[in-house]
């Protein structure tokens, strides 16, 4: 764990990871280095300067008023615990633990603690494992370091965003605590704690259920296909990979049918394992689902319906969906 300084009370919320040997400007200025704002709280109203890794002084800027502990005072020690009053703000000098946390993805509201170097990635043997088909298997890197953290891309096909600014392949850049990385679909944020947990299916089924397209968009498909649709949208919007994945870890039974360039396709689900895949011109199961994943736009719609049988009659598709996702990416690396 590391010390912060944590914004409770206030207009601008968060933690700031604080650093031996660095001077912080409070107010509610722009430009400050924490960010305050309230009643009272002038553009420069007070500095923090460290005494010690542990222990740190916070001196008022003119005649700014402040308070610790509730207390007026001009400067004062502040040490673990201690409450800081800037105005109309409350802030507090607490421990917490480095994360990083999926604000957009299928991994979305997860929380991944940052005690040493981490690789992030859609390799299962990635410290951080990410389902997302756009990622490499070893997309990026995290380390730790005296002053904080740094990112570096480790040469990804789509690369690695810091704060929408692309990285250079093997040049670390430092990485502070609101900072933004995006991975093919996914964005993770450094944050100083893990905020209420998401589960992750609930998550990606409410962006799911956001995805909806025009009837333009599918009146190519049957109707009955579309007739009391659960979930439908645009495969330019949300990948056939990341479709599967959701209703995946949705355990979904049911038929999800598609339109793509290369034709009508439909995919089995019985409790979120796919069981057969059917695409016009390939054999059916896994040569379908790999054509399936090929694909770029079209529109799809998912019905649930747990009587259903396999498209086939019997299952033709024995792996597991991730492993079947994971193949489908090394194919199309390879391709």
């Not at 209420?196 to 009146?219: F, I, K, N």
């Not at 439909?266 to 796919?274: M, Q, T």
Request: glycine share 12%; hydrophobic share 40%; charged share 25%.
């Amino acid at each position: 764990m590391t010390l912060h300084l944590v914004v409770e009370g206030g207009a601008v919320g968060g933690a700031h990871r604080l650093r031996s040997g660095r001077s912080l400007l409070l107010g509610s200025w722009h430009g400050a280095d924490v960010r305050v704002e309230g009643p009272g709280v002038r553009e420069r109203h007070a500095r923090l300067l460290s005494a010690s890794p542990t222990s740190w002084a916070v001196f008022s800027v003119g005649d700014a008023p402040l308070r610790v502990n509730g207390r007026p005072c001009k400067r004062a020690a502040l040490r673990e615990g201690d409450r800081l009053e800037v105005g109309g703000a409350s802030l507090r000098m607490a421990r917490a633990e480095d994360c990083l946390v999926v604000v957009q993805g299928l991994n979305q509201g997860e929380t991944f603690e940052i005690t040493r170097g981490v690789t992030l990635g859609r390799s299962v043997s990635a410290d951080v494992t990410l389902y997302d088909i756009r990622c490499s298997r070893e997309h990026c890197r995290v380390d730790t370091n005296a002053g904080g953290f740094s990112a570096v891309d480790l040469g990804s096909t789509n690369g690695t965003y810091l704060n929408e600014v692309r990285l250079v392949p093997g040049v670390p850049r430092p990485l502070l605590c609101g900072d933004r990385l995006r991975l093919g679909d996914t964005v993770l944020e450094l944050r100083a704690a893990p905020p209420a947990h998401l589960p992750r299916q609930d998550a990606a089924l409410a962006r799911l259920a956001g995805a909806a397209v025009s009837e333009r968009r599918t009146e190519s498909l049957s109707r009955d296909a579309l007739d009391g649709a659960d979930l439908r949208g645009d495969l330019g919007r949300m990948a056939f990979s990341q479709v599967v994945q959701l209703l995946s870890y949705a355990g979904k039974t049911g038929e999800l049918a598609l339109d793509t360039p290369a034709g009508q396709g439909l995919v089995r689900f019985r409790r979120g394992r796919v069981d057969d895949a059917q695409l016009p011109g390939w054999e059916p199961g896994e040569p379908s689902f790999f054509a399936l994943a090929r694909q770029r736009g079209g529109s799809f719609a998912f019905r649930q319906d747990d009587a259903a049988p396999a498209p086939g009659g019997t299952r033709r598709i024995e792996r597991g969906t991730l492993s079947l996702l994971l193949e489908a990416a090394r194919r199309s690396d390879e391709a």
